[in-house]
């Protein structure tokens, strides 16, 4: 049997090498070569504006004057967020412009159901989420569970996997946390939120999550998973499914955060 499983392992080693020679790994932005499993060339990497202090402790929302303590924005004084604590990895334009690597590659991930693009973008998540928890941000938790933000049924079948779950896998192996797809589900479609503003994006996701297992929710500390924070008001109402279900705490990480560049 070992020699057996020896066998498989060196072709699949070898059908993973002739891959690579027909189909090299390239840049998600710039289309260079790399090594496997790289997201950016060096270049490109070094454009991806990484979130870093200071910033709101609650949202994670990084301040323009990029000096000074951490401390609570405007938003989370006002209306404190229905998560414990949210961060991401690196500022996500709104401009549509290439010029912006991460937004690039994300698109290409999502829209353009591109495999190679999420597999190297989880590896990225995973780093930037390492990153944030020595840094103390927050998400030092000890989590019983990470959680993807679902998709609708609908919405998964077009497009054929959750990205959110791809990157949640990365680093719940990262993190050594098991990964549950199925504790939470999107119960009716909703427009895509970046056709919304304001109000409109909490209340088109008002109600469109459901725990499907209660009793698994009671008194778990979660982190959810998802790819972009834009106003937050997706994450939110999942925290608040999970906490109206008994969550113990809802933290979240998100890869990029839509910031003004």
Known sequence: MWKGR???????????????????????NCSAGLPADRAFCPGCQ???????????????RPFASGVGPDHVCHQCLQQPPGFRYA?????YGTSSTSSQPLRRGIFRFKYARNMRAGKALA??????????R??????????????PVPLHLS????????????????????????VDPWLLSRIRPTQPQTQLSGEDRRANVRGAFRVNTPALARGKR???????????????????????????????????RVVDL
């Open 6 to 28: 020896a066998w498989r392992h060196r072709l699949g080693s070898a059908a993973r090498t002739a891959l690579t020679v027909l189909y090299p790994w390239r840049c998600l």
């Open 46 to 60: 070094g454009r991806i504006q990484v979130i870093h202090s200071p910033l709101c402790p609650r949202c994670g």
């Open 87 to 91: 961060r991401a990895g690196a500022a």
């Open 123 to 132: 590896g990225l998540a995973a780093h930037h989420f390492s990153r944030a």
């Open 134 to 147: 020595q840094q103390g941000a927050g998400l030092t938790e000890d989590y019983d569970r990470v959680i």
């Open 155 to 178: 919405r998964l079948r077009w497009r054929g996997f959750n990205q959110s779950l791809v990157l949640a896998r990365a680093i719940g192996r990262h993190i050594n946390t098991p």
């Open 222 to 256: 979660f982190l959810l998973v998802d790819d972009v924070y834009t106003s937050g008001a997706t994450v939110e109402e999942c925290a608040r499914t999970l906490y109206q279900n008994g969550a113990r705490s809802v933290d979240v990480f998100t890869l990029a």
